[in-house]
């Protein structure tokens, strides 16, 4: 039997972790975290976070092999393995602010690791971190006199919110980094073996430390890219009466582009798209290549540029005032299928229509919880409502903003009735039927088509 420790319990501890424990009941697992909240509430039947498929599989395993606790020292200690998945948010202060990460929980993690230890030990990378911090982790943990020695690996993660559990269940790849050492080899072939017990070894990748640490920012750089391009083309799809979704359509069926991700929305959101390209820009400007910086910075400016045109748009259309006007935001969470709304485009659409005076109120299935707590003071002008059709009534809009599936299937034209005249739907996720809407009598907004509207054009 192993001992392996998972350093962090949020959105990747929580749900990694309980998987790789189901595919290895030869092993034991633990979980820690700082936060007791979390921990008491991983213990309990109200997971802390909303992810389909996830409570069965930690119910299974749960006090079986896999065990939750605060109590961090006593876990390393006992650990052979430890992976670390703390949270590497984008530094607000001093060198690097509001692009850099801010690395200071991974290295009081690695500091606690080498107080705590008594046998050496793999520690694994698991949280999301600037190219060659291995090197950092390295030295502190291996400037012991206690004779001990960490192999650190780079493992990190390509889950996606939503679909976790079926990403990590069967995921396109797992890459692992190492040192090309004996030592490192060891350590990387030993984390190879445990993936490899459900996932087919020709998808576990193996490179060296920094190309692992590096492909996961390009990863997340090539996805947010493509959104900010096909977003790009939506804007000119608005101007000249093309169809971004045929756009998207016809040069996805291209294999060298592909169809994937080629949504255009109201703009990404979440944790990391944003936070792991601005660390991408700060590296290029660290090491003295500041049109590369440039270049990927570009992919964050055009996603905010979206989420404020969208608001604007809405504003325009709505005779250029909305001051005092009910609109229903329909969606907080950043993406169907989550109840995190980090980043959420829809909180930023929130913010600009409390600028402008708007009674705003939201809905959501699952996120109205962190949707207030993310807004702060900002939470006691907007009203929150479970109940969709409450929240549409008397309202001049609807605001699509997360494509939850349910929201396809409401009566709209129950809606329309409740709702002020003119009434209007802006369709920040191409969800819904526009031309259904249309015949019912609503002004119809998608992002990057022609909007159909029974207004006498300006
Ligand atoms: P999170 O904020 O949900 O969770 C991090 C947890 O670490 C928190 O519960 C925090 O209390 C805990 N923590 C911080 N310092 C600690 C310490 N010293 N000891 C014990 N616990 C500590 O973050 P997350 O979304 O799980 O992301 C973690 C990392 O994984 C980040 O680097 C992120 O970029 C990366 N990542 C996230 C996702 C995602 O979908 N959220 C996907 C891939 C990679
Ligand atoms: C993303 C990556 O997809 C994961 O591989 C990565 O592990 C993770 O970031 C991370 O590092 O945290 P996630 O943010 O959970 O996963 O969700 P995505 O499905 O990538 O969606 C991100 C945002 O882009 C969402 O707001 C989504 O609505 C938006 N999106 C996505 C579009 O607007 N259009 C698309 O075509 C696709």
Known sequence: MTNILCIGAGYVGGSTIPIVASHCPQHKFVIVDINEARIAAWQSDNLPIYEPGLDEIVKKVRDVNLFFSTDVDKHIAEADIIFVSVNTPTKLFGQGAGKAADLQHWEKTARQILRNSTTSKIIVEKSTLPVRTAEAMETILNSNNKGLHFDVLSNPEFLAEGTAVRDMENPDRVLIGGRETGSGQNALNTLVELYATWVPRERIVTTNL????????????????????????????????????????????????????????VGFGG???????????????????????????QVVTMNRHQEHRFASNMVHAMFNTIAGKRVALFGAAFKANTNDTRESPALEVCRVLLDEHAAVVMTDPHALDNARYELGQLAERVSFELDPYTAAKDAHAIAILTEWALYKELDYEKIYASMAKPAFIFDGRNLLDHKKLYSIGFNVYPIGKPALTHLRAD
Do not use: M
């Open 210 to 265: 920094w190309s692992s640490e590096l492909s996961k920012l390009v990863a997340n750089a090539f996805l947010a890219q493509r959104i900010s391009s096909i977003n790009a083309i939506s804007a000119l799809c608005e101007k000249t009466e093309a169809d971004v979704s045929e756009v998207a359509h016809a040069i996805g069926l291209d294999n060298r582009i592909g169809k994937y991700f080629l949504r255009a929305s």
């Open 271 to 297: 944790s990391c798209f944003e936070k792991d390209i601005l660390n991408l820009v700060y590296l290029c400007e660290y090491y003295g290549l500041p049109e590369v910086a440039r270049y990927w910075e």
